[in-house]
C-alpha cells in the first residue's frame, strides 16, 4: 500500500513557477514508477510526466515539455514536479500517481493522491 499526498499549488501568474511535491507513505516507494496527470473543469485527467524507479526513463506530455521537469528523491519518499513558464491552460487539479508502469495512461497507475489545485491567471 502507497499513500500519496500532493502539496505545492497555489495560485499564480502566467510566467511564474512552481513546484509540486507528492509524499508517499510505506516502505515501497522506491519499487514504484511514478507519474503526475492532471484535470481542469469539464475535461478527462490528462498525462503530465512520469518518471521511472531509478529516475533514468522520463516521460513528459507535449504540453510541458520543455517547461516542466519530474524528479524524484527515494530517500525522502517524494516526488517533484518543477513548473516553469506557467501558462493559464496548466490551470488544473494536478495528481500524482503510483505505479506499476510508468506509463501515460491513468489505468497504469494503481495508487493516486488527492490533488492539488494549480491555478494560472492571465
Known amino acids: 500500500q502507497v499513500q500519496l499526498v500532493e502539496s505545492g499549488g497555489g495560485l499564480v501568474q502566467a510566467g511564474d513557477s512552481l513546484r509540486l511535491a507528492c509524499a508517499a507513505s510505506?516502505?515501497?516507494?522506491?519499487?514504484?514508477?511514478m507519474g503526475w496527470f492532471r484535470q481542469a473543469p469539464g475535461k478527462e485527467r490528462e498525462f503530465v510526466a512520469a518518471?521511472?524507479?531509478?529516475?533514468?526513463?522520463?516521460y513528459y506530455a507535449d504540453s510541458v515539455k520543455g517547461r516542466f521537469t519530474i524528479s524524484r528523491d527515494n530517500a525522502k519518499k517524494t516526488v517533484y514536479l518543477q513548473m516553469n513558464s506557467l501558462k493559464p491552460e496548466d490551470t488544473a487539479v494536478y495528481y500524482c500517481?503510483?505505479?506499476?508502469?510508468?506509463?501515460?495512461?491513468?489505468?497504469?497507475?494503481?495508487?493516486w493522491g488527492q490533488g492539488t489545485q494549480v491555478t494560472v491567471s492571465a
Open positions: 510505506g516502505r515501497t516507494f522506491s519499487t514504484y514508477p
Open positions: 518518471i521511472s524507479l531509478s529516475g533514468i526513463i522520463i
Open positions: 500517481a503510483a505505479g506499476p508502469s510508468a506509463g501515460r495512461r491513468a489505468y497504469e497507475y494503481t495508487y
